[in-house]
Every structure is written in C-alpha cells, then in structure tokens.
C-alpha cells in the first residue's frame, strides 16, 4: 500500500453535511481548504517574521531560536494579545479574537516543533539507531526483531516464551519468533478485511483487526483477547440504505492451539444498529487488564462523524467499556441504572484513545488520547466521567477554527464538569499507545510511561508524581510511526513501527556495559 502526502482534511471533520447519514468516503470529492489560520500568520505576521517564520527585517526568528518570552501555546498567545509596545510589537487583542489569536500560537508552535499537517511520516525510511543509546537513567540498544510487517500492524504481546503476538489491520494475527521469523496467520479468528482505500492521505478500512493482549492470568488459562471491527453487510438500517458495509468495534477471546484459533468466546458486542460506515482509523481498539478481573477497551470515533454519538450514553462512540473477564456486566458499572444506557459503559466523551493501561502501582486506569489539531491528552480515567469531546479540547479544528460541536448539537454544558488532562500535549505529536514500564531491565524507569508517537515518530519517557507530571525525556527520536509500546517478561521494552516499506518490530534493552 503506498501512502501519499496530501493536505490533511480529517474524514472526522465532515460537518459540512447538516445530517448524521452514512457518508461514503470513496465518492467524495472534497476540495482540499488551504489553512486558516496559514493564511492569518501570512496576512498579519509574514511582513515582521517572514513568510517561514525565519525573520526578516522588522522581526526576529519565531523558529531555530528560544523564544524569549515562552514557547509554550499559552505563551505565545500572550505574547501576541499583550503585544510589546516598547520593541515596536503591537497588542494584538484588539485586532484579532481570542480564537484567531490561540490558532495562530498553535501554528506558531506547530512550525517550531516540525509536525507539518501534510506529512504523516509514512513513508519516512526507518533509520535504526546503532550502538548504545545513552539517556538520562539508562543505557540500551535497540535490536531489530523482524523488518518485514504489513505497512498497517496494530498490536503486540509478547509471550511468556519470548515470542510475540502481532496483529496487522488487514491480515490478522501471527507469532513472531525470537529469531524473526513468524508463523503462518492463525487460522479460524475473527476476519480482518484487506481493500482499504486512500482518502486524504491517510489508509480507511472496515474490518481491521486491532488490539490483542494476553489474560493476566494466561499460563494457566491460555486465554488471548481480540479487539476488532466485526464488519457486516446488510445487516443494519445504514448498510441498507447506502448499501455499503458498516463495522463497529468488537471484543473476543479465544485459544491458539496447533495454529488454530479455538475455544472463541465473544466478551461484547454492539447492536447491529450502531454499526456505521465510518473507518476504523480512530475507533480506538485497545485492551486492558485491573488486578480485580475486570477487562477494559476503548471505542473510539465510530459514529457517522466524529461528533455523533460521543456524548449518548445509548450509543456506544467515544467510550471506554469495563465488563468482567468473562463478559459479564459488573453490578457497579456507573450507568447500571440508567435505562437507555449501554451498561458496559465506564466512562466516555473520549475522542480518539490511542492507549489504555492499568497502572499496578496506583490501581489506576490511564489512557493516552489524540486530539483534533493539539489537544493530545494523558488522562486517569475514572468511572462514569465525562471527558468532554466533541463540547470542549484544548486543540482547535484542522483548519484552524475553533471546536464548536456543542452550538451544532444543540447541547448546554458546563466545563467544569467534565474531566481535565493529567497532561495536555499541544501542539499535538499524535500521542499513541503506552505502557507503564514494569520490569528488572531499566530499574530506574519502573511506573514511567513509555510512550510513543505517530506522526512526530518519538518514543518519550514520561515520569509522573502520582498524577503530578514531572517531566519528558526522549528515548528515540525521528524514527517511524510508533503504533504500540510493550513490556516483555525479560524486562525488554518492544516497540511497534508502522511504515509504507512494512513495519517493524524492536526491542530495547539495557547495555551491558
């Protein structure tokens, strides 16, 4: 599959239309707006700080160089609504809203972080360090242990013989040796679909497989979990009238035995009815285990578009789900009494959760979250909190403009009812997957999140004070797509890469020297 760099119109963002029918993306003929707020910076900042933020004669570099008053968003926007009269830098407030002004701070910092819009780093060659890596607690190497993935993996776990369980969107799952080699696809799991299609510059599919994690107790159960897009046609309202598919996340678990999927037991399922048409691109996908045996996954932005639904409580978009092991509801699921509620439901108003973790030091859920252009989140995720999208975010929409789904939907809300980010990230590396680092390898990183990032292609290391954050350290820079971060039973941390020449998997360990 090859990738191309086109102008990002996020398929989410297709408020154009004024109602919630399925829209079929491969007849759409969208014409690509140039940005918004580009045009802003170029109108009112250009003649000061050149066309590509380098300077010119009336203004100093806004790139390449620390900002003398703060490089951070918020900075920016005030130094552009204050203004400094006495170097010859007008108050902006009063020639630019609020709105105009936080966009332009964003784009600010956008170019000085170097996460162009346009580029989701999919065709970038892999450039695999050599040698030992020094880092503020840890020195390791990183090892390649297979090169040659579809351009689309999704999910590792690694086993407890040191092979790897991978799942690739449209090919399904295998076993990946120590040696690199891998098995043959596993025969019998759920289907994943291969004729996904291009639609501005990024791969749309129904019927990708996703996420897929071992039961904390599987050496004596053998029990593996799939998440997937169980797709369908004809089988819904939808599917009918546009005589389409239409797909929605879905929830199994089963046994490998002798190559073969066995033993599958579905966990959860949505109604038929909320299948919708819309990609899995950000339908979220992942798994998690408590230590109470109660299993946690994500629906992301399934909905007919991205601000449908997320807010519903009877439809299951832009939610986290709890059920026990097993599948069965737990009694003290918050909306167990609500009747028009899906009672898996633990928490919602989520975007796009790229990670979701259990965090055995604080008996915490975490998840890591992708937002629209800035706004990606870490959040602690608690039962029956409202995380705010598609009504508030600390990002803007891709153009530029400001999020304002709340007015569209009709909806009255109070933000501080709503649950804020243990951590914002604007602007947005396009967080991915994460893990709480658990292990003998890197003593000094243990309870540190090790997470990584799609289109600024880091992989960081975040330590936290409980919820307090302390700091970021860059493990990897420049690298590829980092679609999912595991821990091994020997302590080596594993990263998932995708890319246009096929993915990777790599294993960090510790230097020995």
């Known amino acids: 599959m090859k990738f191309h760099n086109i102008f990002i119109i996020s398929v989410f963002l297709l408020v154009v239309f004024s ?13 690509i707006q140039e940005d918004f707020v580009a045009k802003i910076y170029q109108k009112e900042c250009a003649v000061c700080h050149g066309k590509t933020l380098g300077g010119a004669a009336q203004g100093s570099p806004l790139v390449g160089m620390d900002l003398k008053y703060g490089s951070k968003v918020d900075e920016i926007t005030k130094s552009i609504t204050q ?12 020639i630019l809203n609020e709105d105009k002004i936080f966009a332009l701070a964003m784009y600010i910092s956008e ?19 050599e040698g030992i890596i020094t880092t503020q607690k840890h020195d390791f190497i990183v090892e390649t242990i297979i090169s040659d993935l579809d351009a689309l993996p999704f999910g590792i776990a690694p086993m407890p013989d040191g092979t790897i369980l991978l799942t690739e969107k449209e090919l399904g799952l295998t076993i990946v040796n120590p040696d690199g080699s891998r098995s043959d696809y596993i025969n019998g ?10 639609f501005v510059g990024q791969p749309m599919g129904l019927g990708w497989m996703m996420d897929v994690a071992l039961h904390p107790d599987y050496e004596h159960n053998s029990w593996i979990y799939l998440h997937f897009g169980d797709r369908c046609s004809d089988c819904n309202a939808m599917s009918r009238k546009e005589e389409q598919p239409v797909s929605m996340n879905k929830l199994v678990r089963g046994r490998i035995k002798d190559g073969v999927w066995v033993d599958e037991q579905v966990i959860w399922e949505a109604d038929k009815e909320t299948y919708t048409t819309m990609p899995e691109i950000a339908a ?20 007919p578009m991205e601000h449908i639904g997320v807010q ?12 026990h092991d097993d599948g069965r509801i737990p009694m003290d699921n918050p909306f167990l009494n609500n009747p028009d509620a899906i009672k898996a439901i633990w928490s919602y108003g989520h975007r796009n959760p790229q990670g979701l973790e259990f965090n055995v030091e604080s008996n915490e859920l975490w998840s890591s979250e992708m937002g629209p252009r800035g706004g990606d989140e870490i959040n602690l995720i608690q039962s029956g909190m409202n995380y705010g999208w598609p009504l508030i975010s600390n990002g803007v929409n891709y153009n530029g ?6 007015k569209l939907l009709g909806i009255e ?14 602007p947005a590396p396009a967080i991915s997957s994460f893990v709480f680092y658990q292990g003998k390898q890197f003593p000094e990183w243990v309870g540190n999140i090790i997470i990584g990032s799609l289109r600024a292609s880091d992989l960081m290391r975040m330590e936290f004070n409980q919820r307090t954050f302390i700091s970021t350290e860059f493990l990897l820079q420049d690298i590829a797509r980092f679609r999912d971060i595991e821990v091994g039973y020997d302590g080596s941390v594993y990263v998932l890469l995708e890319n246009d020449s096929g993915g990777q998997i790599l294993k960090i360990s510790r230097s020995k020297n």
Request: hydrophobic fraction near 40%; proline fraction near 8%; charge should be negative.
């Open 111 to 129: 170019q000085r972080q170097g996460t162009n819009l346009d580029d989701f780093r999919y065709d970038a060659p892999i450039v695999v360090p």
């Open 83 to 94: 203004g400094f009269p006495d170097k010859g830098m007008p108050a902006w407030s009063s």
């Open 19 to 31: 109602d919630t029918k399925a829209v079929n993306l491969r007849d759409l003929n969208i014409p």
């Open 284 to 303: 979220g996908g992942r798994i998690a285990f408590d230590d109470k045996g109660f299993v946690y996954f994500s629906v992301g932005m399934k909905g």
């Open 312 to 323: 519903d409580l009877s439809l299951p978009y832009g939610k986290i789900m709890r059920v």
């Open 401 to 406: 403009r400001p999020i304002n789904f709340a």
């Open 189 to 198: 799991t759920p289907k994943a679909y291969d004729d996904s299609f291009q």
């Open 413 to 426: 809300f109070d933000a501080q009812d709503m649950v804020q980010p243990l951590l914002d990230l604007t």
